[in-house]
């Protein structure tokens, strides 16, 4: 079955500093979300490509995030510098065209800012 | 705008005993509907979707779903709870005439106690 790959698993870094984060869709499916998920809540998105355009990054912190998707495929998701309120679990989503209305969710990244 | 609202944190239920995770939604326009499941440090895996049809959706190991339009609700159950089935079940909805961006509830966490 084809997955949504996501790297690193796990990220922890300091205040301040730069950290990035990976995914790679399946295969052909032209629109992908990045989503973050604080503990104990339901996940918010924070940007969402279509193929290599932003459809809608309204709630993506401009200062300090930024979202890119050079070729249409694989995406980074950078945070510069990091805060201790962006300690959270990184989710990555991606869907196909047509019917299937299916989102197929990455393991997440889990960053945590100390 | 879409909201969803999952008014229950936690649910508890014995094994073998019948469990309902409620979801109630906002939508401008036609509902489309899904439910995922996550496990610890993982990502957001899919159960089931109702997008049209039949109101009972059947989905993943063995749940289902009601949808109910008058009450804007599309309730998780299953007949019989397994210990295997604790996790956080998150509700999600986009409607059917909006850009396709998934929100989701806060999260209901199941405990099944053997």
């Known amino acids: 079955e084809a997955e949504v790959a996501q790297s690193p698993r796990y990220k922890i870094t300091e205040k301040s500093q730069a950290v990035a984060f990976w995914c790679d869709p399946i295969?052909?499916?032209?629109?992908l979300y990045w989503y973050r998920q604080i503990l104990g809540q339901g996940p918010e998105l924070l940007v969402q490509f279509q193929d290599e355009s932003v459809v809608d990054d309204s709630q993506l912190p401009k200062d300090r995030f930024s979202a890119e998707r050079l070729k249409g495929v694989d995406s980074t998701l950078k945070i510069q510098p990091a805060e201790l309120g962006d300690s959270a679990m990184y989710l990555c989503a991606s869907r196909g065209t047509g019917g299937n209305y299916g989102y197929t969710f990455g393991s997440g990244t889990r960053l945590t800012v100390v | 705008a879409q909201s969803v609202a999952q008014p229950e944190d936690q649910v508890n239920v014995a094994e073998g005993n019948p469990l309902t995770v409620k979801c109630t939604y906002s939508?401008?326009?036609?509902?489309?509907l899904f439910w995922y499941v996550q496990y610890p440090n993982r990502g957001l895996q899919f159960l089931l979707k109702y997008i049209t049809g039949d109101n009972l959706v059947k989905g993943s190991y063995g749940f289902e779903a009601e949808f109910n339009k008058s009450q804007t609700s599309f309730h998780l159950k299953k007949p019989s709870a397994l210990v295997s089935d604790s996790a956080l079940y998150f509700c999600a909805v986009r409607a059917d005439n909006a850009g396709n961006m998934l929100t989701f509830g806060g999260g209901t966490r199941l405990m099944v106690k053997p």
């Open positions: 939508v401008s326009g036609n509902p489309y």
């Open positions: 295969s052909g499916h032209a629109t």
